[in-house]
């Protein structure tokens, strides 16, 4: 293993020891060396990096524009519910839901069709109703 004056491993020695780990997942010699090697950070930064540069960049595009369509819609959602609450924001659980439903209603937005964007939404809407049923109907919060 190389190691930095400072006797930290190289990026690629982390690099490695995640792809061993990941490959052989019941090998507990193999995890070993991997969580001594990478703090969380570098692995939840790396999982990221790989997620959101691979395959999620080509399916929603860079992610500047998506996120821009996302706010758009929360703006909208965020301020008819003020509106409607005399200037006031509380939000439920079923606001939450709806919210993640405009996520992924924006993110049909994007050239690719991707069947899981409908079926979430359809799953998040489900999710709001239930909130709704529990939140509103029962003297939950808001």
């Known amino acids: 293993m190389d190691e930095n004056k400072q006797g930290t491993p190289s990026n690629q020695d982390v690099f490695q020891a995640f792809i061993d780990a990941v490959n052989n997942p019941e090998d507990k010699e193999v995890r070993g060396v991997y969580d001594r090697v990478a703090s969380v950070r570098e692995k939840i930064l790396y999982e990221g990096a790989k997620i959101t540069s691979g395959a999620r960049n080509s399916t929603y595009g860079p992610p ?20 409607n609450n005399e200037g006031s924001l509380v939000l439920r659980g079923e606001d939450v839901a709806h919210m993640m439903t405009l996520m992924k209603i924006a993110r049909t937005l994007q050239p690719m069709m991707h069947a899981d964007n409908y079926l979430d939404g359809a799953v998040y809407q489900a999710i709001a109703g239930e909130c709704a049923m529990e939140e509103r109907c029962a003297g939950g919060p808001g």
């Not at 758009?72 to 965020?78: E, F, G, I, P």
């Open 64 to 83: 500047v524009p998506n996120m821009q369509d996302i706010a758009r819609m929360w703006q909208t959602y965020l301020s008819q519910k003020m509106l």
